[in-house]
C-alpha cells in the first residue's frame, strides 16, 4: 500500500513550545491590569494556555507574578519613574513599562 504524500498526511499534534517566560509573565500583567479579574484566574488561564511549561517554570512565573500583584503601585513607581501619588491609571501601561515591572519582580522573587 503507497504511502500518503506528505500533503495528504495529517499533521503530528505535538505541543507547541511556549512563549518565553517573561513574555508569558507580561502578557499575565498586562491582563491583571485594572484588577477586572481575579489574579488567580489570569494565571490559570495562561498556565492552561501555554501546557509546554514545566512545573519549575510555572513555579517561577506564579512567584514572579503573584509578587507583583502585591508590590504593583511600587513597582509601577519604578517603572516609570514617577512619583506613586501620580501613577496612570493601570488600563494606561504601556508594554514597555509592563515588561520593566516583570524584570523587576523576577530580580526581586530570585533575591
Known amino acids: 500500500m503507497p504511502r500518503p504524500s506528505s ?11 511556549p512563549s518565553s517566560p517573561l513574555s508569558i509573565l507580561v502578557e499575565a500583567l498586562r491582563q491583571t491590569g485594572g484588577f477586572p479579574v ?8 495562561f498556565f492552561e494556555k501555554n501546557r509546554g511549561l514545566g512545573s519549575r517554570e510555572r513555579r517561577a512565573l506564579a512567584e514572579c507574578f503573584y509578587l507583583a500583584v502585591r508590590r504593583w503601585t511600587w513597582l509601577e513607581a519604578v ?6 501619588q501620580s501613577q496612570p491609571s493601570s488600563a494606561e501601561l504601556s ?5 520593566r515591572m516583570a524584570v523587576l519582580a523576577a530580580f526581586l522573587a530570585h533575591q
Not at 79 to 84: G, R
Open 79 to 84: 517603572a516609570t519613574s514617577m512619583p506613586m
Open 7 to 17: 500533503a495528504q498526511r495529517k499533521p503530528h499534534l505535538t505541543a507547541a513550545r
Open 38 to 45: 481575579p489574579a488567580d484566574k489570569v494565571l490559570s488561564g
Open 95 to 99: 508594554g514597555a513599562t509592563l515588561r
